[in-house]
């Protein structure tokens, strides 16, 4: 029998359990008024909610750009262009022709401030695509150890309120992640504080959302045992995941009780 729980790194579409981060992450996209931040603690599954996000939310009009922050830049530029070159890169039958004009104008603006040449290329891409730019930034804790990390996040900030100015903004909207405080985002108390994204509050598995998974993973456990496994893993996704996969292994070629459940755990 094929084993369905695997060590995958990026949980598949089949076995993905939404939850009502998944949910908000999917209002705050369709109003496109606030940016999102999910706050969460580690081993929540944060990651595989951004992915599964850019992986159902996105359409042919769309593009989603997901980005790892855990590898900060030297300067902010280079971080701005960094946004813009993944948006490209893995976009590029989108934005072929509209990159090879902001390269051309990328000498042309390396006197202006960082942040200038920023909106003046996000603009450009949102110009050429009919639909939304989501911008999903991880693990934004990595670049707020930066010494320029303020410039990245105050820009963010900025550009919800530039939407008077430039109309096209209201199709680009940021999906954030991290453990860190919204309030605590920009260090700088001279600088206004991040204060305008909305929170996003990822949960562990409620007893129905830890009941579709165990159908989702094909474990056949009676009402006893399955209330043992939420007992033990308390709907903590990680740990039930890793639970429920030993489970799978010894299902195998023994009968599960709850007995061995306990073995399991404490093994």
Same mark, same amino acid.
């Given at each position: ?45 944060? %990651?595989?909610? !951004? ?6 939310? +996105?359409?042919? $009009? /769309? ?109 680009? %909207?940021?999906? !954030? ?6 309030? +605590?985002?920009? $260090? /700088? ?79």
């Amino acid at each position: 029998m094929t084993k369905i729980l695997k060590p995958y790194t990026i949980i598949p579409r089949e076995l993905y359990v939404n939850r009502d981060a998944d949910r908000q992450i999917k209002n705050i996209i369709k109003d496109m008024g606030r940016p999102g931040y999910v706050l969460v603690s580690r081993q929540m599954g944060k %990651t595989n909610l !951004l992915l599964n996000a850019k992986r159902e939310l +996105e359409t042919p $009009k /769309d593009v989603f750009v997901y980005i790892d922050l855990s590898n900060p830049f030297e300067d902010a530029r280079s971080c701005f262009e960094n946004v813009i070159d993944s948006a490209v890169d893995t976009n590029y039958e989108k934005f072929a022709e509209v990159s090879k004009e902001i390269n051309e104008r990328r000498a042309e603006l390396r006197n202006t401030p960082p942040h200038k040449q920023h909106i003046y290329e996000l603009r450009q891409l949102i110009k050429s695509i009919d639909g939304k730019l989501v911008i999903i930034l991880d693990e934004i804790d990595a670049l707020t150890k930066t010494s320029y990390s303020d410039q990245i996040f105050a820009q963010i900030r900025s550009i919800y309120f530039s939407r008077i100015n430039y109309v096209e903004l209201e199709r680009l %909207t940021y999906i !954030l992640s991290g453990v860190i405080e919204p309030n +605590e985002i920009i $260090k /700088d108390p001279k600088i206004s504080p991040f204060n305008i994204g909305q929170k996003i509050f990822l949960n562990d598995f409620n007893k129905e959302e830890f009941t579709h998974f165990l159908v989702k993973s094909n474990l056949n456990l009676t009402a006893e045992l399955s209330k043992r496994v939420f007992y033990w893993t308390g709907g903590n996704p990680r740990m039930t995941w890793d639970v429920c996969s030993e489970i799978e292994n010894y299902s195998k070629h023994s009968e599960l009780t709850l007995e061995s459940i306990d073995i399991i755990v404490n093994g």
